[in-house]
């Protein structure tokens, strides 16, 4: 498959955009190839400028369950258009949105609307800072949070240790404020809670994680965060931003029966357009400015044409619940493909849950982001490669999530499972 124009658009970008990308992830170093530069897309299809036609299990990060181009989203956003883009002010559509929300998680009281998942993440981790009164957090190995300072940092060596920063650019001091546990480890927790459960604010998870691959809670796991949050006093935040909407209209605190405090969502509230939201418990979200004395704004937030069409998406998810039909397709997906590893003797564990899968290279069942880390990725970028090159887009690296959404059709799958048995051989 011909890239050459992608490869010609992308080294144009490089000379006024950094790395020729606005999101790193986007420039395919970890599979080691040019990246794609995209023309169009539409229902699960993504074409380059090129000409080439993929089916797209990337989905815009999980934004699009209803596939490229959906109708109703398409429609809603004219409408929100022809009335202009911006007020800066309130308007009616960011109202339905919340409440259309609200309905569907029902441990948000109140909540508010920002502009990505990111912001979200860094306005509830100062709300329950300014709430709580206290300043550390406790976060999880291989979960991504956005990239707000506190967040991009995983362990150092030994559980209780400090951490350092992930990334230059993050003063120490405020990384120290971070506290890592590995994921599905409730003891290593527990362990944290003791030592600097006074001095924690919160503690933040990704209910499902997706961001080191697919990598599904133990069944204790996310109890034994409430039971814990709920003893030392701290204010316990599922990131949904993923899997909010994804694997239930309720996110994951629906199909594990939790509740946590404060709830982050974005991605598929947004129907593709920039969003992010954060809500939960009244008595912490009224701490929030004008009601309380913590700040937290936005000139963009609750943009009409961005909550038109997360409503859109949400109308139709509530109306149509496409979940156990998504479900069905994806298990169709990785038991195709797991079949064809299996009859070619190439190790790997597929993790997946509703429309989410990740495929590890792997001989080791992955449960967290050590066991994530083993995985052969120099083998994941030849097989992505390969995958691109039959027409099937993969997540651009190991450690991401493939995403099913109701565009994608039967013969879809079987074209997919066709492709990794050619690669097999
Ligand atoms: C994507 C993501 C974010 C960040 O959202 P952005 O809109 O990219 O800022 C936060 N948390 C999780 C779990 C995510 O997957």
């Known amino acids: 498959m011909a890239r050459s124009l992608s490869r010609k658009k992308y080294n144009r970008a490089c000379r006024s955009i950094v790395g020729g990308v606005n999101s790193p992830v986007r420039a395919f170093k970890a599979v080691k190839t040019a990246p794609l530069v995209v023309k169009k897309a539409d229902k699960a299809y993504l074409y380059d400028v090129d000409g080439n036609k993929y089916i797209d299990y990337?989905?815009?990060?999980?934004?699009?369950?209803?596939?490229?181009?959906?109708?109703?989203?398409?429609?809603?956003?004219?409408?929100?258009?022809?009335?202009?883009?911006?007020?800066?002010?309130?308007?009616?559509?960011?109202?339905?949105?919340?409440?259309?929300?609200?309905?569907?998680?029902?441990?948000?009281?109140?909540?508010?609307?920002?502009?990505?998942?990111?912001?979200?993440?860094?306005?509830?981790?100062?709300?329950?800072?300014?709430?709580?009164?206290?300043?550390?957090?406790?976060?999880?190995?291989?979960?991504?949070?956005?990239?707000?300072?506190?967040?991009?940092?995983?362990?150092?060596?030994g559980v209780a240790t400090l951490s350092i920063p992930d990334t230059a650019g993050v003063p120490a001091s405020i990384a120290a404020e971070t506290l890592i546990a590995p994921y599905n480890n409730i003891e290593a927790v527990k362990r944290l809670a003791e030592k600097f459960g006074k001095d924690t604010a919160c503690i933040i998870v990704e209910?499902?994680?997706?961001?080191?691959?697919?990598?599904?809670?133990?069944?204790?796991?996310?109890?034994?965060?409430?039971?814990?949050?709920?003893?030392?006093g701290v204010v316990l935040i599922f990131d949904e931003v993923i899997t909010g909407f994804r694997v239930a209209l309720g996110g994951?605190?629906?199909?594990?029966?939790?509740?946590?405090?404060?709830?982050?969502?974005?991605?598929?509230?947004?129907g593709g357009l920039p969003i992010g939201a954060f809500g939960g418990k009244r008595k912490i979200m009224q701490f929030l400015a004008p009601m309380g004395p913590v700040y937290q704004a936005g000139t963009l937030s609750g943009n009409p044409l961005a909550a038109s069409a997360g409503i859109a998406v949400l109308k139709y998810l509530i109306k149509s619940n496409p979940y156990p039909e998504l479900d069905k397709k994806t298990c169709k997906l990785v038991s195709g493909l797991g079949s064809v590893f299996e009859a070619a003797a190439i190790d790997v564990q597929i993790n997946q849950i509703g429309s989410m899968f990740t495929i590890f290279f792997s001989c080791n069942p992955v449960s967290d982001y050590t066991?994530?880390?083993?995985?052969?990725t120099l083998k994941y970028?030849?097989?992505?490669?390969?995958?691109?090159?039959?027409?099937?887009?993969?997540?651009?690296?190991?450690?991401?999530?493939?995403?099913?959404?109701?565009?994608?059709?039967?013969?879809?799958?079987?074209?997919?499972?066709?492709?990794?048995?050619?690669f097999a051989k």
């Open 58 to 157: 990337l989905m815009s990060w999980g934004a699009l369950i209803t596939g490229h181009k959906y109708p109703a989203v398409i429609r809603a956003i004219k409408k929100a258009a022809d009335k202009g883009t911006s007020y800066g002010l309130s308007s009616e559509p960011e109202c339905e949105l919340a409440e259309l929300i609200k309905k569907a998680f029902p441990s948000i009281e109140l909540l508010r609307l920002v502009n990505s998942g990111t912001e979200a993440v860094m306005s509830a981790i100062r709300l329950a800072r300014g709430y709580t009164g206290r300043n550390k957090i406790i976060k999880f190995e291989g979960c991504y949070h956005g990239h707000s300072d506190g967040l991009l940092v995983k362990a150092g060596s």
């Open 252 to 270: 994951a605190q629906e199909i594990y029966n939790i509740k946590p405090d404060l709830t982050i969502l974005g991605k598929i509230i947004g």
């Open 381 to 422: 970028a030849d097989f992505f490669r390969r995958m691109l090159n039959s027409g099937v887009l993969l997540p651009p690296s190991q450690f991401e999530t493939g995403f099913l959404s109701i565009a994608h059709t039967s013969q879809n799958v079987r074209k997919t499972i066709e492709a990794v048995k050619t």
């Open 371 to 376: 066991s994530a880390k083993l995985s052969d």
């Open 207 to 232: 209910p499902i994680a997706a961001n080191m691959g697919v990598v599904l809670p133990d069944k204790n796991f996310l109890r034994g965060l409430r039971e814990i949050a709920d003893q030392i």
